[in-house]
């Protein structure tokens, strides 16, 4: 089982919808979540980090954490053509030494 | 905003060869890491360093591998010997804090 579960895509919607992007992972003893946005041949950008179960919102961005369900999304109010990328969920463990990542889900935006 | 620098951009190099590749981490980081995305696939951990040494290694990061922070700015990754498997993107990141900050990547191709 991957530790680190990711639909690749692509995800095609309308500008201005709401964007659900979802993950799953395996290891219960994940405790630190995040949200990287990867733009073609480029380094990923942090989006959005969390470590507890709950929402926490910056912006258009809404992350939600479920450790019971071991399920983590990422939420886009009103997507923008710009928002078009990879998208990334990453989780690490206590003590935070490296990141383990899902395969990205690409997105595209349409105006 | 302050952010992590590599280079060179792109490296092409033959199979056998010694390649470097650099990194500025972001200043005041402590911790530093290595990780390679192969076209299509995750990023995967390759290595993280503290203290002036490896604080945790995955199993690509082999022999032929090895980092060094030659100075108080510069954070390098050699590869040996490289293989034609080794062509990828290569990311260093730095941490502050749960958050690891990605530099713009290295593209390596070994022919």
């Known amino acids: 089982q991957k530790e680190v579960e990711q639909d690749p895509g692509p995800l095609s919607v309308p500008e201005g919808a709401i964007v659900s992007l979802n993950c799953t992972y395996s290891?219960?003893?994940?405790?630190?979540f995040m949200w990287y946005r990867q733009y073609s041949r480029k380094g990923p950008e942090l989006l959005m980090y969390?470590?507890?179960?709950g929402n926490k919102e910056d912006g258009r961005f809404t992350a939600q954490v479920d450790k019971s369900s071991k399920y983590i999304s990422l939420f886009i109010r009103d997507s923008q053509p710009s928002d078009s990328a990879t998208y990334l969920c990453?989780?690490?463990?206590?003590?935070?030494?490296?990141?383990?990542f899902g395969t990205g889900t690409r997105l595209l935006v349409s105006p | 905003e302050p952010e992590v620098t590599q280079t060179p951009s792109h490296q092409v190099t033959q199979m056998g060869q010694e390649v470097i590749l650099r990194c500025v981490p972001i200043?005041?980081?402590?911790?530093f890491y290595w990780y390679r995305q192969i076209l299509g696939q995750k990023v995967e951990f390759l290595v993280s360093?503290?203290?002036?040494?490896?604080?945790?290694k995955s199993e690509i990061f082999d022999d032929q591998f090895s980092v060094e922070r030659p100075d108080g700015s510069n954070f390098t990754l050699k590869i040996r010997s490289t293989k034609l498997e080794d062509s990828a993107m290569y990311f260093c990141?730095?941490?502050?804090?749960?958050?690891?900050?990605f530099g713009p990547g290295t593209r390596l191709l070994v022919l």
């Open positions: 990141a730095s941490r502050t804090g749960e958050t690891q900050y």
């Open positions: 290891n219960s003893a994940f405790q630190y």
């Open positions: 969390t470590y507890s179960s």
């Open positions: 990453a989780t690490g463990y206590p003590g935070f030494q490296k990141l383990v």
């Open positions: 200043s005041n980081h402590l911790y």
């Open positions: 360093f503290y203290n002036n040494e490896i604080s945790e």
